[in-house]
């Protein structure tokens, strides 16, 4: 997904649903479960579930590792300050 956005600032592209989500603000935002969807009368987010804002995104994290981050990577994103050690 992208959104572009075009103000005083200049034109901005916003790619993937989890940075449209932080540009646009958890408030107006709250799930990464979303579309976007263009009609006559502008663009609309439609968005489903409320993001609980504990834990790990599935769709974030899936959409991470698409882009190739690794799964410590994806941890450290979603705990940051945490260590990972192996115990066995």
């Known amino acids: 997904r992208a959104l572009q956005s075009?103000?005083?600032?200049?034109?901005r592209v916003?790619?993937?649903q989890a940075r449209v989500r932080r540009w646009m603000g958890k408030r107006?935002?709250?799930?990464?479960?979303?579309r976007i969807r263009t009609t006559r009368?502008?663009?609309?987010?439609?968005?489903w579930g409320h993001g609980h804002?504990?834990?790990m995104?599935?769709?974030?994290?899936g959409g991470m590792a698409a882009l190739g981050y690794t799964a410590r990577q994806i941890l450290?994103?979603?705990?940051?300050?945490?260590?990972l050690r192996r115990l066995w």
Do not use: D, K, M, N
């Open 53 to 55: 804002g504990v834990g």
């Open 76 to 83: 450290s994103h979603y705990y940051p300050g945490t260590r």
């Open 41 to 47: 009368e502008g663009v609309w987010l439609e968005g």
């Open 28 to 34: 107006l935002l709250p799930s990464t479960l979303f």
């Open 57 to 61: 995104c599935q769709v974030g994290a």
């Open 14 to 16: 916003v790619e993937g």
């Open 6 to 11: 075009v103000g005083a600032r200049g034109i």
